[in-house]
């Protein structure tokens, strides 16, 4: 973080001190709501949480080396105190944001954002210092959390803008305004707080309603290839610039072919020319992905030579998202646990069916949650298609998603096996049992539903 005396941090979240003896102390060090983590000039937030009460360890954070507590009361040591700790902590990462030279780039859809903020961040890192969140930090914590990680030679943040209803991602814009703002797609994922896809494209449609306009800077960048998001140019003034594979794209693939192991290749044509691209991420899904965070790119001045390059090395950085190894007796693993919805689950299962090309697949699939009445459909639709690309082993974990069985029975001519297991354990065994050299595997669902599988499957790579 940006060195901020407790005076300035008081004046940044409209608090007031309480037993500093110093105001000009400065936090020098990282800002943390777990007291584990402090360190040397940290500023500790005390948050209350269903189990505990940060409060009660604002004494441990002091003596860790913490120059300050964010508080809601006083706490007998060094604190700025504020009705809201949450809401300050948002205050604050607002205040270091204005205090930075950055170029902020606010990524936001139903699916695929943090596997694009991950590759958006590798190819601005090519011009200057990059700050973006660990996995998936877009909510009211993680967020303003990640922009605290930001210094004075940072130049570029990239940052997930999520919502689970209307004006979340406002919110996120008010604490960190972006210059750059990228909307994926437009999905069902959290259809049931939303209500309708209508509902969640005005959600996200926040993010390009909150950009600059084009005379100062703001730059829109949506999926042409989505009519939602292609439509979110009307409530913008920034400049958009499309992506996808749409002829009328600004920067388009063509010619997208995928090899032996579904990776994809194509020809990236842009304003500035064209080169040849192969990328060494798994699944088509990865084209419209680095599209985006190709676009990105161009606009903050990567060259389209250096970018060629840098698509071409782009890898997986969060954890659990296309995670693609082999284990010791022979089996090719795609880890995509770390959560779900029937867009992503397509994504995935159409990679199985590449990368398992003439080999026995396999798919141990888990509940997709936040679809309300779309959930039984949902679910049916994961089974269709599963049935449609010929997977051979379906297991489907917990009764809770037992509607991606039928939708595979369902599905004519199918001629692969389904099982439904009581839990993950259940489906661990079913693996040891039935796995052979040559197959390959598809570990998929909603967030923790099927980590133990894919944990398991992860320990047998590496026995």
């Avoid at 080169?275 to 190709?294: C, D, E, I, K, R």
Wanted: contains cysteine; charged residues 20%; negative net charge.
């Amino acid at each position: 973080m940006i060195p901020l005396t407790l005076s300035q941090v008081a004046q940044a979240v409209a608090g007031r001190l309480v037993d500093v003896p110093d105001p000009t102390v400065q936090v020098t060090g990282s800002v943390e709501f777990d007291s584990r983590k402090i360190g040397p000039g940290g500023l500790f937030v005390a948050l209350r949480g269903e189990r505990a009460d940060g409060h009660d360890f604002a004494s441990d954070a002091i003596a860790a080396g913490a120059v300050g507590v964010l508080a809601a009361r006083p706490v007998g040591v060094p604190a700025v105190v504020v009705e809201d700790p949450l809401r300050g902590l948002g205050l604050l990462a607002r205040g270091v944001a204005d205090r930075l030279d950055a170029t902020v780039v606010g990524v936001t859809g139903s699916s695929g954002k943090t596997s694009t903020k991950d590759l958006i961040a590798q190819l601005v890192r090519r011009l200057g210092p990059t700050v973006a969140p660990p996995g998936t930090f877009n909510n009211e914590l993680g967020f303003p959390y990640t922009v605290l990680r930001a210094d004075a030679d940072t130049r570029y943040l990239v940052l997930e803008y999520s919502a689970r209803g209307i004006g979340h991602i406002s919110y996120l814009c008010e604490v960190t305004p972006p210059r750059i703002g990228v909307v994926l797609n437009v999905g069902v994922a959290h259809l049931g707080e939303f209500g309708s896809r209508d509902g969640i494209a005005t959600a996200k449609g926040e993010l390009v309603e909150a950009l600059p306009d084009a005379a100062d800077g703001g730059v829109a960048i949506l999926n042409a290839d989505d009519p939602k998001v292609a439509a979110m140019a009307e409530r913008t003034a920034a400049r958009v610039l499309r992506y996808g594979e749409s002829a009328d794209a600004d920067v388009r693939a063509e010619d997208v072919s995928l090899d032996e192991r579904g990776r994809p290749s194509f020809r990236l044509v842009t304003p500035e020319g064209s080169a040849s691209v192969q990328l060494q991420l798994f699944g088509a899904h990865q084209v419209s992905n680095t599209l985006a965070a190709a676009a990105v790119a161009l606009t903050c001045g990567v060259p389209l030579a250096d970018l060629a390059v840098g698509l071409g090395e782009l890898r997986p950085v969060s954890e659990r998202r296309m995670d693609v190894f082999e284990t010791a007796a022979g089996v090719t693993v795609i880890d995509d646990s770390y959560n779900a919805n029937p867009a992503s689950m397509a994504a995935a299962l159409r990679s199985l069916a590449a990368i398992g090309h003439r080999r026995r697949c396999w798919a141990v699939l888990g509940y997709m949650a936040e679809l309300g009445e779309y959930e039984r459909a949902g679910h049916e639709e994961v089974g269709r298609l599963a049935a449609q690309l010929g997977v051979d082993r379906l297991v489907v974990v917990e009764e809770s998603a037992a509607p991606i069985i039928d939708g595979a029975r369902h599905q004519p001519d199918w001629g692969g096996e389904a099982v439904q297991v009581a839990d993950q354990q259940a489906a661990i065994e079913a693996l040891r049992a039935g796995l052979r050299s040559g197959d390959v595997v598809l570990v998929k669902g909603s967030r923790y539903r099927t980590w133990k599988v894919a944990d398991w499957l992860r320990g047998e790579a590496n026995a």
